[in-house]
């Protein structure tokens, strides 16, 4: 039996909206999850179910072998990690910490403890008496993980904690919440949109779309073997690229080119999808581009260009390039990793 | 015209309006430091005379009324009364109000609202027959808790403690739940000190509305032990000028000077929160 566990978890909202469709999911103890998805699809929901901000329409969730789905907010063991923090505005950074244990009741001398030692992890002894206005974007970030850890909670629910912060700043408390993750051991739930956070930090990450899970695995799992079209065009940068076209006889065809590809598919329709990243520069390839536009990142460049038909695709060269804008090249492409989803249904085919 | 032009003809404009106010309550103050017969004779005064003290002093201490038993002390002190019961309840039954419509999502929610909203649709003097009635049915009549009591359902202060619990970012509310807080808490330990700029505005003006009321405590109150200044400064020298003697003029500017104070003095000493809370909220 696992840590907690969803068991087909529906949601329905009294508009009629489903937000979530009978979702089931195991999260093991001390695992990192991260539910990764575009807005809209459902992954808060989940998380704020789990939380008790959110009833839960059919289902039920057990966590360490207790059902909770009608025990109270506070009484779950759970610790969340707002987006915008929601740290309390008219208490100091030690009241902002101590409510929750105030609330249950503990002692002054233990509450005392506990949040100078969760202080002093986090780094920000110096700004207990500060009200969270007068605190830097980052400083608060700390605050609102400290009220979670001070808990010692079962889970840590983190709701796109880090959407508000800049980018270095985000990139820093990225590592950090893994570190700290890392050496508590907690449980933890990571929502997010951002995928690079979400292939940073999660053992294993849940693709949501449309309120079911799109595919579950580790990070390298879904990047590499993506469970569906939506999977590869959300997990990546730059997107995936797509080509329509079909298969006969080992040889996939799309209006501007042929490939031959070793599978046992004889499926008429179906979309080829391939990384940037997996396309060389070739004289004899079968792929030609008309480029569009150049990126030069620095460490690598990201050519867009046009095909024959007029499709887009997108190639990664490591390195600042040479090649130009109108300039038309060849490409060849890695045809091991290459990835075929059904037109239709959009689910992996090889 | 420049920057100069600009300033010195908003300033002349600015003092204007100060004079504006100012001036009738100077020739009121300097007017109730004269003899009653200086005034009849030569009109409202504009400098100072010499009976300061004997006017005040009489004002304060000399019993009025029918039955020459109320002072205007006393009736300062109902003034008081009046104005800060009615304050702090409607403070209080209206901050309540509005949590319940905000937070509470029960059917009617919205409807009750509206209903309390129309209320401002009806002011006391609209319902004053029946407010009076149930009332007396009461046997509320001359006390302190009648005088109150009709008049603290404020939907003006509903309305406002309404809108600023809309713009508490819900997350508050769902951390505070995590935190343990039930809805009692989360009132006391929230939304009272985030909205207490907004309360201390409330108070001023609802402590103005009622230290000002009029009628409503003139059909009140048929015992002189309770009349308040508004409506006492009418009636309490009244009786010389019938009784063929000289219309005591002086003293009640005097009265007048007096019975400004206490709403002065409420909005002085609580005018930074007051202030604080119509521009902005602490969030």
Known sequence: MSFLELKKITKVYPNG??????????????????FVGPSGCGKSTLLRMIAGLEDITEGEIDLDGKTINKIDPSERDVAMVFQNYALYPHMNVYKNLS?????????????????????????????????????????????????????NPKVFLFDEPLSNLDAKLR??????IKKLQQSMNVTSVFVTHDQVEAMTLGDRLAVINNGVIEQ???????????????????????????????????????????LNIDSKINSANVVLGFRAEDLNLNEEGDISLTIDIIEKLGSDSIIYGKDKAGESICYKENGNTKLNIGEIINISLDVSKIHLFDEKTGKRLN | MNNKTVQFLSHIILILGVLLMVVPIW????????????????GMQWGLGDQLVRNYNEVL???????????????????????????????????????????FRFKLAVPLFWLIFITLLVPLEVRILPSYQV????????????????????ATATFFFRQFYKSVPDELLEAAKLDGA??????????????????AAMFIFMFVYGYSQYLWPLIMTSDEKYWTVVMGMKIIFQESYEGGNLPRVAERFAFIILSMIPPILVVVFLQRWFIKGLIQTEK
């Open chain 2, 182 to 199: 039930n809805s009692w808490k989360f009132f006391i330990d929230f939304l009272v000190p985030l909205s207490k700029t907004m309360i």
């Open chain 1, 17 to 34: 909206t489903k937000a979530i469709n009978e979702t089931s999911l195991n999260i093991e103890h001390g695992e990192f999850m991260v």
């Open chain 2, 135 to 154: 009332v007396s049915d009461l046997n509320l009549t001359n006390s302190y808790t009648g005088l109150i009591l009709p008049l603290v359902a404020s």
């Open chain 1, 216 to 258: 579950l695995g580790t990070p390298i799992e879904v990047y590499e073997k993506p469970a569906s079209k939506f999977v590869g065009e959300f997990i990546g940068s730059p997107q995936m690229n797509f080509v329509n076209g079909t298969i006969k006889n080992n040889i996939f065809e799309s209006k501007s080119f042929k």
């Open chain 1, 99 to 151: 409510y929750g244990l105030k609330n249950r009741g503990e002692s002054k001398e233990k509450i005392n403890n506990k949040v100078k030692e969760v202080a002093e992890l986090l780094e920000i002894k110096e700004y207990l008496q500060r009200k969270p206005a007068q605190l830097s974007g980052g400083q608060r970030q700390r605050v609102a993980m400290g009220r979670a850890i001070v808990r």
């Open chain 1, 171 to 176: 990139g820093q408390v990225r590592i950090e």
């Open chain 2, 61 to 103: 201490n000399q019993k009025g009324g029918f039955s020459q038993e109320i002072t205007a002390t006393r009736m300062f002190i109902n003034s008081f009364i009046m104005a800060f019961g009615i304050a702090s309840v409607k403070v209080i039954i209206s901050s309540m109000s509005a949590y319940a419509i905000v937070y």
């Open chain 2, 27 to 42: 020739i009121a103050f300097a007017s109730s430091t004269h003899e009653n017969v200086t005034i009849l004779k030569e």
